[in-house]
């Protein structure tokens, strides 16, 4: 028995347009085919898989969402999970686009290993590193 790669992330959110557009419009993320839930969501593609999984909260309509994933409060921000990291490429274009959408972000090098990183949050509070290898 093994565990090989992580397969998804999802999001709770109760803006599902605002973290779509985030995750599409400054990260370069795909708005992709999702499976007929029945909750609101998105499911959001690299490389032609679906990485983020948005999940909607309807306070109007709740049932669907806690039918199909249970009853789980939401507490917004990362809860337990400090942040979710990608690799990215070219830190000098990331750089000038969230500078360009004036999208706060903060910059750090890993000791010793020369890794340049950027760190940003999503409309949820949900901090996304990205890691650029040299």
């Known amino acids: 028995m093994s565990i090989d790669l992580l397969d998804h992330v999802?999001?709770?959110t109760a803006d599902v347009a605002a973290t779509r557009r985030f995750y599409t419009d400054i990260l370069g993320f795909e708005?992709?085919?999702r499976?007929?839930?029945p909750f609101p969501g998105a499911w959001l593609y690299q490389s032609g898989r679906p990485v983020?999984?948005?999940i909607g909260i309807d306070p109007d309509k709740p049932a669907g969402l806690t039918d199909y994933l249970g009853e789980r409060e939401s507490k917004?921000?990362?809860?337990?999970?400090d942040h979710i990291a990608?690799?990215?490429r070219d830190?000098?274009?990331m750089r000038t686009h969230f500078q360009a959408r004036d999208i706060p972000f903060r910059e750090r090098t890993v000791p010793a290993l020369n890794l340049a990183q950027l760190f940003v949050e999503d409309p949820n509070g949900v901090v996304i590193e990205l890691n650029f290898p040299n």
């Open 86 to 88: 990608f690799t990215a």
């Open 76 to 81: 917004g921000g990362t809860g337990s999970i």
């Open 52 to 54: 983020i999984h948005v």
């Open 91 to 93: 830190v000098a274009a």
């Open 31 to 33: 708005d992709g085919a």
């Open 10 to 12: 999802s999001i709770r």
């Open 35 to 37: 499976p007929p839930f």
